[in-house]
């Protein structure tokens, strides 16, 4: 079976600031692949260019070598008429709830707003906005509120509704629940969860954060300085990881249980301490 | 998280009141705005009704009233020294002025807007060229260049206001532009572009509706401008002399001063009121799109409010031999602390609600708990810290011994120094960009030692808290080292005098876990090695397991559970703590349901 998306050997820089000056290198050859229906965590730490990688596939950066193919078509450069096709099948939701979602817009204008920039009347697109707050869990009135009125998760929620309203196929899902509070964040997931088992979506789901990968993904692939250092089945990698970098970052991440937390953090302990001696 | 959390409750409670108030309807609900609307409408009406209200033509010649005074019989506001009426030329000038506003403005906004926009959202060379282009029609001489032109454009009012429309473009562009720059990064712009629309349609929607606001107001700028320029320009002799408007009105008055200085008046008086209830009107519009603003009630004034009261005497409190036989072996202890905020209309909204807690020397003491559950207002009430329009109020509030009740400033700042320190979320909002990491620590030293001293002390600490080259990191500027260098400089800082109490607010939330890990051993060496007492505000429990000995959790402004970190971990009492504690992502568990589709394996 073809994989949904598929990218291979992608390399990405930013044009550096200043006449001539040099380009730093953000992505630095980065395969991967995600299945339909699929869930794959991309972990990394700030500056990793998980982020950057996620624009790319959205067609909000430009990649400077390799290629993204999308179901088989090559989207590595699509121009903007093809991305405004690619809109139906990705979409995306951001980390910040707050500046995701324009204040100036009612509710039922920001989802309806994908249906009509692809040919839908305004009407249908109306129509479909219950359909769409029933389906992330928000009462039918949110429709006539601003974004203003909800709290940071039914923001979230509102930006997930929005992201479905085109029956996508996959997901770039960016930190989509770091920003939350913990009660709220295990809600999202679980909306996720439940959405991706009824449309059959898949996610590429980037976050910095273990237990929340650990808890969606069905593969997660480890990035550190732009380059993909371990991919594997979720299990496998948080609890066999092979790469040295993924056991320094699963021995970092605090778990809730003091006294687990004391047994992880002199495991860290003895990593560093033989890391620097060797 | 710290502040903000004022502000996210509010959006919640919003939810259940929506209330929408147009800009304009804001506008006219304060007193500066209604009266600068009325001033502005009157004039511009009697404009439009001139050919009614006028009793002579404005340029009709009349030798029997030459420089009648006011209130003469059909000369309202008497007749100017060639015996034409200043009632009527007044009419006359005004819709001279609105037109020469509405040019001037109109043309600057028309051209600033369409090329910012373009500018400002296409970006690269394009921006590149318009800005240059902008820049070069901003060094000529507006009003010289009006003057020198004046052939060309036949001197008619309007060819010269456009002109000048054009002159001034360049303020306008230079705002559009910037906005747009400012809006093109926000996420939900990004959103637009991946959910398929066009950038014409970005652009309308999306950018154009968040710049309109300061284009409004600096269009109304610009039209006292124009009104401005074109009476100046008027009163030099440029352009035709045939016309009334205030320019000439003045002009030929001030030939006339000695003998008839009132008709210098009605000129001026029209010109400076149209003039200053647009400048109003503008800064009206500014303050209704500023949005509401919480001001706090009259009668509270009185009372300065971040200051600490004691609300009852402490003999009342039930408890208050306990608590006075317990204070000797607390660090801190704090008896029902209240916080509250003004609504806007006037009521106040307590976000901590009566919370007691202590803190033993020695002790590491997390309070956790969920956005808006007043976390960080109890600690900053600790410090001394909340913004004026708090109220805070507490029973007992005793540190080391020293009561933080209805404390002077000067102690307080004295307490700061010496007995209690803070390390803030954000490290990096937290260093001043404009000076040197070094010059930052020296200064806080200071106080207690020699420059010399200070400076090598600061070093010393640099070391201590794990720079590996703590010379080169005390000359470097905020900008050049990372986040997590950044917090480890803070807490140099915060440690300094030794405190006996350190207040951390969220200290990792915003660093990578690889450096979050070592800030945490760092805080529990340093804690070790001074004995110092913790309070830990944190939402992550992961951190809490690591450090804390004891854990508050807090909700609504409560306390609602307090105790050992392994009692609350494991046998949580307290219906919020349950869900709280069964909302952590369990590590044993991994998805494992496949893929709908039935793709296995990749790899």
């Given at each position: ?278 | ?440 620590l020296v200064e806080g030293l200071r106080a207690s030692m020699s420059k010399k001293e200070a400076k090598e002390t600061a070093l010393a600490l ?34 300094a005098p ?106």
């Amino acid at each position: 079976m073809n994989p949904l998306l598929q990218v291979s050997k992608l390399r990405l820089s930013y044009p550096g600031r200043g006449f001539r000056s040099a380009a730093p290198e953000v992505l630095r050859g980065v395969s991967l692949d995600i299945a339909p229906g699929e869930t794959v965590g991309l972990v990394g730490e700030s500056g990793s260019g998980k982020t950057t990688l996620g624009r790319a596939v959205l067609g909000l950066a430009a990649p400077t070598s390799g290629s993204i193919t999308f179901d088989g078509n090559d989207i590595t450069a699509a121009s903007q008429r093809e991305r405004r096709k690619l809109a139906r099948d990705i979409q995306v939701v951001f980390q910040d709830p707050y500046t995701s979602l324009n204040p100036a817009l009612q509710i039922a204008d920001i989802l309806s707003e994908p249906l009509i920039a692809q040919g839908q009347k305004p009407a249908d697109a109306r129509r479909s906005v219950t359909a769409l707050l029933d389906k992330v869990g928000l009462p039918a009135d949110s429709a006539a509120r601003y974004p203003r009125e909800f709290s940071g998760g039914q923001r979230q929620r509102i930006a997930i509704a929005r992201a479905l309203a085109l029956q996508p196929r996959l997901i770039v899902c960016d930190e989509p629940v770091s920003a939350l509070d913990l009660t709220t964040q295990a809600r999202i997931l679980d909306l996720l969860i439940d959405l991706q088992r009824e449309t059959g979506v898949a996610y590429l789901f980037i976050t910095h954060d273990l237990s929340v990968v650990r808890h969606i993904s069905h593969r997660i692939a480890v990035m550190f300085r732009g380059e993909l250092v371990e991919t594997g089945p979720t299990a496998q990698v948080t609890e066999e990881p092979e790469s040295n970098y993924t056991r320094r970052l699963v021995l970092a991440s605090p778990t809730a249980d003091p006294d687990r937390q004391r047994q992880r953090r002199e495991a860290r302990r003895m990593l560093s301490h033989s890391a620097s001696t060797t | 998280m710290t502040t903000p959390s004022i502000g996210q409750t509010t959006d919640v409670g919003a939810a259940n009141a929506p209330k929408r108030i147009g800009a304009f309807r804001r506008i006219i609900s304060t007193p500066l705005g209604l009266f600068s609307v009325i001033i502005l409408l009157s004039i511009v009406m009697l404009g439009i009704l001139e050919p009614v209200l006028r009793g002579h033509d404005p340029n009709t010649a009349e030798l029997s009233a030459i420089n009648a005074p006011p209130g003469t019989p059909g000369y309202f506001l008497g007749a100017d020294q060639n015996g034409r009426d200043i009632w009527s030329r007044v009419l006359a000038s005004i819709n001279v002025s609105v037109i020469s506003a509405l040019i001037g403005s109109g043309v600057a906004v028309a051209i600033g807007s369409i090329f910012g926009l373009i500018s400002g959202y296409i970006g690269k060379r394009l921006d590149g060229v318009l800005a240059w282009l902008f820049s070069l029609l901003m060094t000529f001489p507006a009003m010289i260049l009006i003057m020198v032109l004046q052939p060309i454009t036949g001197g008619t009012y309007q060819t010269m206001m456009a002109l000048f429309g054009i002159f001034i473009s360049p303020g306008i562009f230079w705002l559009v532009r910037n906005l747009v720059i400012g809006v093109k990064n926000e996420l939900y712009v990004d959103a637009a572009k991946v959910s398929g629309l066009s950038n014409r349609r970005i652009l309308s929607r999306h950018v154009l509706y968040v710049v309109r606001g300061p284009i409004i107001i600096s269009a109304a700028f610009m039209a006292t401008a124009a009104i401005g320029i074109q009476a100046g320009l008027a009163f030099l002799g440029f352009g035709s002399g045939q016309d009334a408007n205030f320019g000439t009105m003045t002009g030929d008055a001030f030939l006339n001063i000695y003998r008839a200085p009132l008709q210098l008046l009605w000129p001026s008086l029209f010109l400076a009121l149209m003039n200053a209830a647009l400048v109003l009107l503008g800064n009206a519009y500014r303050d209704a799109l500023a949005g509401p603003q919480a001001v706090a009630p009259r009668q509270k004034k009185k009372q300065s409010a971040a200051k600490l009261e004691v609300t009852k005497p402490l003999e009342a409190h039930p408890q208050s031999a306990e608590v006075s036989a317990s204070a000797r072996a607390e660090l801190l202890s704090v008896r029902n602390l209240r916080v509250s905020y003004p609504n806007l209309d006037g009521t106040r909204k307590e976000v901590v609600k009566g919370t007691s807690l202590f803190i033993r020397p020695g002790e590491i003491v997390g309070l956790v708990g969920e956005s808006g559950s007043g976390k960080s207002q109890t600690a900053f009430s600790i410090l001394g810290l909340l913004p004026k329009q708090a109220e805070v109020s507490a029973d007992v509030m005793n540190l080391a011994g020293d009561s933080l009740l209805q404390q002077d400033g000067k102690l307080l700042r004295r307490m700061r120094g010496s007995v209690i320190s803070y390390i803030p979320q954000e490290p990096m909002s937290n260093l001043d960009p404009s000076f040197t990491i070094g010059s930052q620590l020296v200064e806080g030293l200071r106080a207690s030692m020699s420059k010399k001293e200070a400076k090598e002390t600061a070093l010393a600490l640099l070391a201590r808290v794990g720079i590996t080259d703590p010379e080169r990191t005390f000359k470097s500027y905020p900008h050049q080292i990372s986040g997590g260098m950044a917090q480890r400089v803070l807490i140099a800082g915060a440690v300094a005098p030794r405190p006996k109490l350190l207040i951390a607010d969220e200290p990792t939330t915003a660093l990578d876990v690889t450096v979050q890990a070592e800030i945490l051993d760092l805080l529990r060496d340093l804690q070790g090695e001074l004995g110092m007492g913790v309070l830990l505000v944190t939402h992550n429990f992961g951190v809490v397991a690591d450090l804390c000995d004891r854990v508050l959790v807090m909700r609504d402004g409560e306390i609602v559970e307090g105790g050992h970190v392994r009692t609350i971990f494991r046998n949580p009492s307290h219906p919020y703590t349950q869900e709280l504690i069964s909302s952590i992502l369990d590590e044993a568990t991994v998805r494992t349901d496949p893929e709908l589709v039935g793709v296995k394996e990749h790899k």
